[in-house]
T-cell receptor, first 109, second 113 residues
Framework: RKEVEQDPGPFNVPEGATVAFNCTYSNSASQSFFWYRQDCRKEPKLLMSVYSSGNEDGRFTAQLNRASQYISLLIRDSKLSDSATYLC??????????FGSGTRLQVQP | NAGVTQTPKFQVLKTGQSMTLQCAQDMNHEYMSWYRQDPGMGLRLIHYSVGAGITDQGEVPNGYNVSRSTTEDFPLRLLSAAPSQTSVYFC????????????FGPGTRLLVL
């Protein structure tokens, strides 16, 4: 079993749609959680951190469920520019991050 | 600031050759790391460093060496390249801890024949 699991997609959605991704992690002692975004053939960039109480940044909402060991990312009013791969990232061992393999989103006109 | 820079952008090697992938950052970050990214595998940590003179192994360290003689530079050495090392390599840095925002370099695409 992978330590961080994501549905690879692709998720094909029309502009303006709401889309949600989930990510599960195996280590219940995990401390920190993030969503990174990676455009095709580019480096990953931090989208947002995920806090226990849930947090929002514009059209993006992230939530953490420690009991079920999953985090989620909700994107409202999808834009063409949101097309990318979204990486779920977990800090499990203090000194390192563990990345999921990513969920690809394609927003269509 | 240039951020995190990596050279070369592309490289083709023959099996058995050695090479060094360069990584530098000008943000005075203490934490630096190397990842490889393969299709369907996500980014996997090769080696990391929490400061000059301190390095440690990540998830997939075999076949790679690192050193950290300065805060700015964190080169990755392939000792004897193998086709299994064909991948995209990313260097990343953060101020002190991996939990902080990681800034990635643009990557090096390596093909080993």
């Amino acid at each position: 079993r992978k330590e961080v699991e994501q549905d690879p997609g692709p998720f094909n959605v029309p502009e303006g749609a709401t889309v949600a991704f989930n990510c599960t992690y195996s280590n219940s002692a995990s401390q920190s959680f993030f969503w990174y975004r990676q455009d095709c053939r580019k480096e990953p960039k931090l989208l947002m951190s995920v806090y226990s109480s849930g947090n929002e940044d514009g059209r993006f909402t992230a939530q953490l469920n420690r009991a079920s060991q999953y985090i989620s990312l909700l994107i409202r009013d999808s834009k063409l520019s949101d097309s990318a791969t979204y990486l779920c990232v977990v800090n499990m061992r203090g000194r390192a991050l563990t990345f999921g393999s990513g969920t690809r989103l394609q927003v269509q006109p | 600031n240039a951020g995190v820079t990596q050279t070369p952008k592309f490289q083709v090697l023959k099996t058995g050759q050695s090479m060094t992938l360069q990584c530098a950052q000008d943000m005075n970050h203490e934490y630096m790391s190397w990842y490889r990214q393969d299709p369907g595998m996500g980014l996997r940590l090769i080696h990391y460093s929490v400061g000059a003179g301190i390095t440690d192994q990540g998830e997939v360290p075999n076949g790679y060496n690192v050193s950290r003689s300065t805060t700015e530079d964190f080169p990755l050495r392939l000792l004897s390249a193998a086709p299994s090392q064909t991948s995209v390599y990313f260097c990343a840095s953060s101020y002190k801890l991996p939990q902080e925002t990681q800034y990635f370099g643009p990557g090096t695409r390596l093909l080993v024949l």
